[in-house]
């Protein structure tokens, strides 16, 4: 066993007899070789597992079988690595490495390879030659001289290993041959190599030839195109036979387009003509274009000016709701008598399920008008009210022009659903886009980025929605006729579950023909005790359910008449899930006020109550109040405090008595100067120690000097009283013009007292 200089290779496997390149830059190596040429130049050559190591483990990290070479030449290169010409020899099993002085020395042992039998080893030896002539033909990487050479030679361990040096395959393979040391062994597995790269070979040259088949047609085509647009030139014909540009160009006479815009798409489609076939950009001029034909630019629909059928429509599909009602009666009426009138913008304003959704469709169809909605609940991009500008990938229209595009006509209806929940961020404010939207002076020509012009908006009846106007900005809010749709009375709901509801729910069952009623105590339940809402969404999903459970009875049971009344109802609705709010006591109180507020669902009393204690005259408001409900308080307690005398409260309490001011339900936020007369009554009723009526509601905002001011939401207040079984209310005066819109059953119930002072006040709400 002889030591000699070692050097690790890296991805790179020497065979015995082969003559080729090293490059050596790790420093070790470099030190090893300069070593070897002072003393005999003979190298050891083993591959290390991983090349991406670059202090390899001597006794983990390196392949055991190698060659032994000899260095023909070196060169420096500029990049301080070493190009060395080696000529490896045999093949040799490495033994103990060591290192000394940044050299590197290993024992070897010479292997001899075993022979091949004459009759398996030419049978061998043909198959692999035969196997290898087939892959040099077929990867186009092998010399014809290198074949000639490996056919002449005698010797099939050199053979071997030249054809497995030869072979584009990773080093981990070509290790498994080297480490073969049989022939017999080592040529079935060059056979095994060969047939699997043949195999990838030819997948390769399928691929290829597919590839290039199609390369081939597509040139072809491109190249007869080019030749037949040039003489169609000379010819002075259409130089374009793309039948989607035909389309178009035939689409362009068919529809009547405004001369500015029928110059634009043809200039479009002049530049689509020019494109390659299936290019990006003609992509998105080709979409450009069928956005731009499909607008109704000039299409409009014939209103129905008929009021007498218009308001059969509208009383067919909705109960109540008389002020829009009447509004779009008087529209009709102008529109007949002026037909060049601009469109009109209508707000409905009104809590959730009182039905602004549905009747903006049915006044679409009572109008004859096609009917579009655009949902701007969540919007806070501009770009999506005025559409992307044509270089932005993905670019589209804004949904005024979507809505527009499927609307098919110049004058629909289009429903602007929850304007109020729009907001904004750094993309934008789409609020101000809708300005221009919302403005018969300027709709005329709103242009949308993406189509780059300006179209006529000015026919189009927009309807907007809101369940709160505060979320709508000033300059839009002024650009709108707001109407309010109030909340419906326990009455309403039933005439609508009686109208509506309960056929549409027995028909959607698939009860039409099973006789089912349900009495009027029953749904008076089902409104009071089933739902708690201002308008029937809920309803309708209780009495698709009561449905649900009458179905699944007819199948199990087989019932053709069934008959719903206050007693079986909680067997098909389970427990019932609110409990009705009605008045706790009518006996009168210390310091406890009904007041009237209003929510988002309508309508609904609110309790304040008042304690006194000792104290230094501090004021404490508790029950999650706003800033403007505190700052009512404390006018309140200052208007107090400015008629102690009056009230025969001692002067200095304000130095004594601390007093407590609770609003119940304190998980839920309540805010507004509504209250403000509330306050100022519990106040006086605990610094006075007079009782205070239970039988009776107020509202109103109370000044310093004890006027009572208008306040907002005086039909869903009083009905929410009414709800509760309260019958008398105190009412600010300015509000007088207000209680005309409550419905007769409510009126007729109520005893409505209107207050221009406190003192108004004080002679209705205190015991006498």
């Known amino acids: ?40 130049s003979k ?6 597992k991983d090349f991406l190591v670059e202090e390899p483990n001597y006794t983990d990290d390196i392949y055991k079988i190698g060659v032994e070479a000899t260095i023909l030449q070196t060169v420096k290169m500029p990049n301080n690595t070493v190009k060395v010409l080696v000529e490896a020899s045999h093949r040799i099993i490495l033994g103990e490495i060591e290192e000394t002085d940044g050299v590197i020395y290993a024992e070897s042992t010479a292997v001899e390879t075993e022979a091949l039998e004459n009759n398996v080893g030419e049978a061998i030896v043909r198959r692999v030659l035969k196997s290898f002539e087939r892959y040099a033909k077929l990867s186009g990487k092998i010399l014809p001289d290198l074949l000639v050479s490996i056919k002449s030679m005698k010797d099939t361990d050199k053979k071997f290993d030249l054809i497995s040096g030869n072979l584009n395959i990773p080093s981990e ?30 997948l390769e040259k399928k691929i290829e030839n597919k590839v290039k088949e ?60 020019k494109m390659p076939a299936f290019s990006a950009e ?215 579950a009686k109208k509506y509801l309960l056929d549409e729910a027995q028909e959607a069952n698939g009860l039409s023909e099973i006789d089912i009623k349900v009495s009027d105590d029953a749904l008076l339940r089902i409104i009071n005790e089933y739902t708690r809402e201002a308008g029937v969404r809920n309803l309708k999903r209780e009495i698709h359910s009561l449905f649900r459970k009458l179905a699944k009875l007819v199948i199990e049971k087989n019932r053709k008449k069934i008959t719903i009344t206050v007693k079986n109802l909680e067997t098909y609705l389970g427990k019932v899930k609110y409990r009705p709010d009605k008045i706790k006591e009518i006996e009168p109180k210390l310091g406890v006020v009904t007041g009237l507020a209003w929510t988002s669902v309508g309508g609904t009393t609110l309790e304040v109550q008042s304690v006194s204690m000792k104290g230094k005259g501090k004021i404490i408001l508790t029950g999650k109040l706003g800033d403007v409900m505190k700052e009512s308080a404390h006018v309140a307690y200052s208007y107090v405090r400015s008629i102690a005398d009056e009230l025969k409260i001692d002067e200095k309490f304000n130095e004594t008595t601390d007093v407590h001011l609770h609003f119940p339900e304190g998980a839920v936020p309540k805010d507004g100067p509504s209250a403000g007369v509330t306050i100022t009554t519990a106040l006086i009723s605990v610094l006075t120690k007079k009782k205070i009526r239970q039988d009776i509601a107020m509202t109103g905002e109370i000044t310093i000097t004890g006027e009572v001011l208008a306040v907002g939401g005086i039909k869903e207040k009083v009905i929410g009283a009414h709800r509760i079984g309260i019958h008398e209310v105190i009412l600010p005066i300015d509000n007088e013009s ?31």
């Open 1 to 40: 066993m002889t030591k000699i200089t070692f050097i690790p290779t890296r991805d790179l496997v020497v065979f015995p007899g082969a003559i080729m390149p090293l490059y050596i830059g790790r420093e070790k190596s470099v030190n090893t070789l300069e070593k070897s040429l002072t003393e005999d």
């Open 214 to 273: 199609k390369m081939n047609s597509a040139q072809r085509a491109y190249f007869l195109k080019e030749k037949l647009s040039a003489i169609k030139e000379e010819l002075g014909e259409d130089q374009s036979d793309d039948e989607d540009i035909l389309e178009l160009k035939k689409l362009i006479k068919t529809k009547k387009l405004p001369k500015e815009v029928k110059k634009k798409v043809e200039k479009e489609i002049s530049k689509l003509s």
């Open 173 to 202: 393979e070509k290790q498994k041959l080297l480490e073969l040391f049989n022939l017999e062994e080592r040529g079935y597995k060059l056979i095994e190599v060969l047939k699997k790269e043949l195999e990838i070979l030819n």
């Open 738 to 768: 207000d209680v005309e819109e409550l419905t007769k059953e409510v009126k007729k119930d109520m005893t409505i007292h209107f207050a221009k002072t406190y003192d108004d006040v004080k002679k209705i709400a205190f015991v006498k």
């Open 282 to 496: 003609g992509s998105v001029v080709r979409n450009y274009v069928e956005t731009v034909l499909d607008l109704p630019w000039t299409k409009k629909t014939k209103d129905i000016l008929d009021i007498k059928k218009a308001y059969d429509k509208l009383e067919e599909d909705h109960y109540g709701l008389k002020e829009i009602k009447e509004r779009i009666l008087e529209y009709l009426a102008v529109k007949k008598l002026n037909p060049n009138m601009k469109g009109t913008i209508l707000c409905l304003v009104g809590p959730p399920g009182v039905g602004k959704t549905s009747l903006a469709k049915s006044v679409a169809d009572a109008m004859g008008r096609n009917f579009s909605r655009i949902s701007l609940g969540g919007v806070r991009d501009e770009s999506e009210i005025r559409g992307h500008r044509r270089t932005y990938i993905g670019s589209m229209p804004g949904k005024l022009i979507k809505a527009m595009k499927h609307a098919k006509t110049k004058n629909p209806l289009i429903l602007l659903d929850e304007i109020d929940k729009m907001s904004n961020d750094a993309k934008g404010d789409p609020s101000s886009a809708m300005l221009e939207v919302l403005d018969p002076e300027q709709n005329k020509n709103f242009e949308d980025h993406y189509l780059d012009l300006p179209f006529d908006l000015s026919n189009v009846f927009f309807i907007a929605t809101a369940n709160d106007l505060r979320g709508v900005p000033g300059p839009l809010r002024d650009r709108m006729e707001i109407i309010y749709l109030n909340s419906y009375t326990e009455f309403e709901k039933m005439h609508i």
């Open 43 to 48: 190298l050891i050559l083993c591959m290390q």
